[in-house]
């Protein structure tokens, strides 16, 4: 048996038994870790919010037979205003689940638990959820090794100088008109929406979120952003989903 101390966030909660839950870390140094946490869900037991959904804490584990089990914990902090507020806490529950499909298990992902600490305090602060989200999916692909290009045409090579540019979801950048911008899977976007993907490409983490769009911006920047991210992980997210059928 070994010992481990680490702050962690938790990023799935699934109760089992009578009292007991199992719960999906991402924590520092370490990784995406699955934690068995016996009785925390019994009356008055002092782990328990430790242990809940997108809880921050700083948690004691032990291993045994290789498998992490909780041993104690004491929360950091709680993001409880993401309780009152429906879309505050399904973004946060989708960028949770791009966290699952990104980091590996045991794989320390430490930039990334900070951008995802980042995106929940400004969640929880009531930010604009639509933007912090697609922030932090950009983020998180460019954290991952993919990086899109977003100086020139990936196809020819030809830096842009007007005000229109296209995205492409399968060269992965710009291009530009002459080498297919405005066909098939390319989406046309404004210099606001351009020069908010650059900055976030190129941010410190703690930086990513500080700065506002138009609307249109907001709107191109926030498609491009999900796009990138179901590239990235092959995948397309269906969290959100629920929400647009909310606002109908």
Known sequence: MSFVNTKAIVVRASDTGEGDRVITLIAKGIGKINVYAGGVRKTKNKNSA???IFAYSDFNLYVQSGK????SAEIIESFYNLRNDIFAI???SHCAEIMMDIVQEEQPADDMLLLYLCAMYMLSEGADPELITACFELKAACLSGFTPRLRSCVKCGALFDESNYYYSVEDFGLVCR???????????????????MQYVAASEIRKTFKFTLDDISKLQFVHICRKIIEKVNEKEYQKLNYLKKLKE
């Open 68 to 71: 992490y089990r909780l041993n």
């Open 90 to 92: 399904t973004y946060a």
């Open 178 to 196: 002459e080498c297919g911008g405005g066909e098939g899977r390319t989406f046309s976007m404004g210099e606001g929406c351009l020069r908010a």
């Open 50 to 52: 430790a242990t809940d």
